[in-house]
């Protein structure tokens, strides 16, 4: 037996940790039936004093268990030793690490703004300053033993030391609520420093903070690019020295001469001046620096990993186009292009990135306007040689793009990729099956996963980059079967909990930003609800997407954590449904007052039949109000009893009672009052039937209408699916539900849209915002190619074709039982759950079906075979053969 894979918090050593840390382990062992007995953790800081021992503890939790010791010292690198035994007698230990981050008192350094005067940056290319050069000189009296770097900035940086950078980051410090939430990070930079003369490099561009579409909405906010950071050394002699931001670093434009997240970075080489980050670089010319009192309240150690390249692809074809060239890299992604430049001085080479291609293969701009990003705006870069060689990647936007339009130079294939970025999050998943047109759905879910993970949870990385909550409701299931998004989901709830308001409102966008706090506040004028405008559905993300991370992972520390976000917007939701009636109801009081029927919402949002043509401003609110009528009272209901559930688990009793009772009278004014007495729905939409059905609110009587209506919407809409966003992570299972599980493969098989494989028919590489993605000429739409909600499928082939669903929440009992529908041949599916991998891997050949599933140590599994044989198993790999007549 083995204690593999430790972790605290989640991640793997983390540097500059702040939150109160939790730990996990694996265990592994080749004897079946294994689980853990007892475990011990000890804890010794960097001088080997002791800081915590649990003891011994019975128990087989090997994940989530938070550290409840003493305080933890800042700065302060951490071994962690567990010690387990198993139920065979066998006893083994393992180590890892953690380092504290700085207590809020340590911090040293001080603000400083650049003293450049800048324009207050506008949308659109080339319509923002400069970003901002700052160098600081320190001298050190040896090379120290231990360094570390703590930064942040206003805007987003790189960061140098003596000219190299400590890591590959990008857009360090992380989109959050700036006034109440900034990232510092921690840099281990012990290898960058020397003795003598040391600099520290920071360029700083308009990021999130500085842009005008994302840019917090704070009192007084302030325009300069700033900067923060402190240089902790210890020397070999036990002396330490601590240098931090001050009046004496000075600051310089360089070569980007503009920089925007959305509309692309302007770049003139003519403006490099070689060595700025080195020690002996002159300065002299540069502007001084001037203190600045924003102190340090807001300032948290970032918690989850770095965005950074997920991969770099090269170019698949590159065709003369016009003035131009056309490159495709044949995979829709957000991220940037990496360029070798050989030209003259002051060519002007210009990149244009888009996600589609028009019929006739030209260069096509799908961006709607939005706010004031402004019809077809631009994803753009643009770099001005200096004569020189080069390579050429933009630092501070990024793009969603397959293609990418070149002019300016002749383009050779060898000498352009592409960097996909996302947020670092382990891989934890695999399916594959003996259908090729299923796996590349599986790769554009993945695909899209990855473009819109990057920083926060993005609807889109060409439009609107936005944290829309909604769309990761319908999705977080998904995420977490695919990465490991612990770590990233923490920071981003965490975040949504300093945007909730004084009347307990989630916001339909986190962090709330630009035009979309201007939305919330015109949807609460208009429609007259308490606090910032929301919509049911979306503001229900802060209850769903914890009780999802608890669900896929055991983790409750999350549930913990978010327990005061989470009853504050069920409060709200009981507060709004008690507060007015809903328009025209005839309902009893004691009926209305339980249904959440008033304010604004979006429904289903983007039901395929009615979006088809796009988002027609037109017809949306028509659909957007009717299936309102059920989606707001259902979601309403759905965040109230999940919350009793978090509560009951979290062994708060009065609140599991008091909200249970709330939910249960909520359910019987869906069922009295959305439900009709002759059992039809509010409006004869598929998820009108959907919703119901999948969440048991449907009473007995009318179970066979809601069965038929449910088929029959189906078939009037030609054998395709038809529910939008917060219909769609059900529809699959309600069919189930009626025992319907053949239609819901004829969904799956559907290659006509709307459907998952016409896109993937069409050549997606990413699942689509519209699955109409082209109209009946082929000429691609307005929306985006690349929003994973509908990606949300996964959850349901990952439970019913690949056969792994969770009986217990984190998989602690694992039910294995594919259910096949005569068209697969073979499947075979990976998930590294809190426990450790389980895998179910079966195929069909010569009338025989063969299994095998791997049952990771601490975990237990109930595997059903497809002629009902039943096996009950602990951890271990098994195998079976049945006869089987496909
Ligand atoms: C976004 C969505 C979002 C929706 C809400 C769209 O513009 O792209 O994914 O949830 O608005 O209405």
Known sequence: ????DLKTLNMVAPLGVGARPYFSWIMASDERDTHQTSYRLEICDERGERAHDTGVIRSDKNAYIAYDGAPLKPRTIYAWKVSATDNHGNAAEAESRFETALDMGDWRAKWIDSPIKRKKSKPGFGKQDPATMFRQVFSLKSKPVKARLYATCHGVYELYVNGARPDERAFAPEHTVYGKHLCYQTYDVTELCAAGKNAIGMYVGDGWYHCPHTAPDMKNKPKAHAALYQLEVEYSDGAAQTFGSDASAKAAYGPILSSDLYAG?????????????????DDSGWANCAEADYGYANLVAQSGEPVTAARVLPAQSVTRKGEGYIVDFGQNMAGRVRLKVDAPRGAKITLEHCEVLDKQGNYYNNILSFGGLGKGCDQKDEYISNGKPAVFEPKFTFHGFRYVKVTGMDVKPEDICAVALTSKKADIGIFETSDARLNRLYENIRWSQTSNT????????????????????????????????TAFFTRWLKNMSCDQDEYGVIPMVVPQVGMYLKMGKMFKLIYRTQGNGTSSGWGDAAVIVPYDMYQVTGNSEILKQQYDCMRGWVDYIISEAARRRGRRSKLPQDIEKYLWNTGYHYGEW??????????????????????????APIFGW?????????????????DAAKYGEIAEKMKRAIQQGVIQPDGSMPADLMGAYVLPIYF??????????????LVRSIQENGGCMDTGFLASPYLLDALCKIGRIDLAYSLLWQNKAPSWLAEVDAGGTTIWENSFGYDADGNPGNLSFNHYAFGCVADWIFRKVAGIDALEAGFKRILIAPELDGKLTRCKRKFVSAQGAIECEWSIADNQFRLRAVIPCNSTAKIILPDGQTHEVGSGEYEYAIAYEN
């Open 606 to 631: 983007l039901i395929p039949s009615q979006s088809k043509d796009g988002l027609s401003f037109l017809k949306l609110p028509r659909v957007m109000r009717l299936s309102a009528r059920y989606t």
């Open 638 to 654: 759905l965040s109230v009893s999940t919350f009793a559930k978090i509560a009951e688990l979290l062994s708060k009793s009065e």
């Open 265 to 281: 970075e302007l770049y003139d080489a003519n403006n490099e001046t070689p060595g700025w980050s080195a020690p002996e670089f």
């Open 1 to 4: 037996m083995k204690i593999i």
């Open 696 to 709: 048991d609110l449907v009473p007995e009587q009318h179970m066979k209408t809601f069965a038929d209506n």
């Open 454 to 485: 990057l920083s926060i949870p993005t609807d889109c990385p060409q439009r609107e980059k936005a944290g829309w909550t909604g769309d990761m409701l319908v999705y977080a299931k998904t995420a977490l079967l695919n990465e490991d998004c």
